[in-house]
């Protein structure tokens, strides 16, 4: 009889996880404050600042570079459209680039 190896055991999907409930926008930082520096910063740069792929149109995300969104000094703000500030979080998720 030849020794198959054992299936690993499965994951009781039942059994309850600890969930981290995530912070509130206020919590993270994201108040009124951030509102109007977040305006302010988009009327100032209406285009994203990313441009992946030659993007060149209209931002609606602001993006801190240094992740941290209590930190809205103008140097740590770009402007972004969607899909390249998703594609800039993918990326520097996938490549372990994200330190903040
Ligand atoms: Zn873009």
Redesign the pocket.
């Known amino acids: 009889m030849s020794e198959l190896p054992r299936p690993a055991p499965r994951l009781n999907l039942h059994k309850p996880q600890s969930i981290k409930p995530r912070l509130t926008t206020k919590e993270r930082g994201y108040d009124h404050r951030w509102q109007k520096t977040r305006f302010r910063k988009l009327k100032e740069t209406p285009l994203?600042e990313?441009?992946?792929d030659g993007?060149?149109?209209g931002?609606n995300h602001v993006h801190h570079r240094d992740h941290n969104p209590k930190n809205n000094k103008p140097e740590n703000l770009l402007s972004?459209?969607?899909?390249?500030?998703m594609t800039y979080h993918r990326k520097s998720k996938a490549a372990r680039l994200d330190n903040g």
């Open positions: 994203c990313f441009g992946f993007c060149q149109i931002a972004s459209c969607g899909p390249c500030h």
